[in-house]
């Protein structure tokens, strides 16, 4: 199956700094990425949709400022964290789809940050 | 009302057996459906998607009721490699190419 990679697979850093997370489909081109995120013992939550070249559009409650995504080309996906706080320790997931045929969206293993 | 919603379990069950999770979604006109398995600390992997005939992938069996708009998933000969979570997923209200999740129902099968 299509293979997505995130980096880093986990973080720590201190309250106030950013943290970029990156997602790349592996052997496939991405028109569309997904990021998630999932707290402790809850459901995964999507944060935004981006598709390449455009904006991506936010979920309700998710800031678009703290939160910024950039999809720049179509194995690649970013999310900065900006001014991280304790808060925003959680499981940080991106998906990707081709656009082609079916809906099946293929993850990535999953970026776990952790704010001190 | 929650979109996706799951009994969270856990199912304690012993090798060999057969056990059944349900789930319910209120988007009465969702089209896609799927099982997704996630294992603790990990991503989530698609088990399989649910059609409305049902559909089988060896010991697994998926039934889709769209009328009581509830999805099913039936493991037969439970293997100790089945413990995890099951995540119930269909596309969302707002955008059929947006999956929403259930909370998941965790599985534990036993020796």
């Known amino acids: 199956g299509a293979v997505v990679s995130q980096h880093p697979s986990w973080v720590i850093c201190k309250s106030g700094t950013s943290v970029k997370i990156e997602c790349r489909s592996l052997?496939?081109?991405?028109?569309?990425m997904f990021w998630y995120r999932q707290f402790p013992k809850q459901s995964l939550m999507l944060m935004a949709t981006?598709?390449?070249?455009?904006?991506?559009?936010?979920e309700q409650g998710v800031e678009k400022d703290k939160f910024l995504i950039n999809h720049a080309s179509l194995t690649l996906s970013t999310l900065t964290v900006t001014s991280a706080h304790p808060e925003d320790s959680s499981f940080y997931i991106c998906?990707?789809?081709?656009?082609?045929?079916?809906?099946?969206?293929?993850f990535g293993p999953g970026t776990r940050l952790t704010v001190l | 009302r929650k979109e996706v919603e799951q009994d969270p379990g856990p199912f304690n069950v012993p090798e060999g057996a057969t056990v059944a999770f349900n789930c319910t979604y209120s988007n009465s006109a969702s089209q896609s459906f799927f099982w997704y398995r996630q294992d603790c600390r990990k991503e989530p992997k698609l088990l399989m998607s649910v059609y409305s005939s049902g559909n089988e992938d060896g010991r697994f069996t998926a039934q889709l009721n769209r009328a009581s708009q509830y999805i099913s998933l039936l493991i037969r000969d439970s293997k100790l490699s089945d413990s995890a979570t099951y995540l119930c997923?269909?596309?969302?209200?707002?955008?059929?190419?947006?999956?929403?999740f259930g909370t998941g129902t965790r599985l534990l099968v036993s020796p």
């Open positions: 998906s990707a789809r081709s656009g082609q045929g079916h809906n099946e969206q293929f």
């Open positions: 981006s598709n390449e070249g455009s904006k991506a559009t936010y």
């Open positions: 997923v269909v596309n969302g209200n707002t955008g059929f190419q947006k999956l929403v």
């Open positions: 052997d496939f081109q991405a028109t569309t």
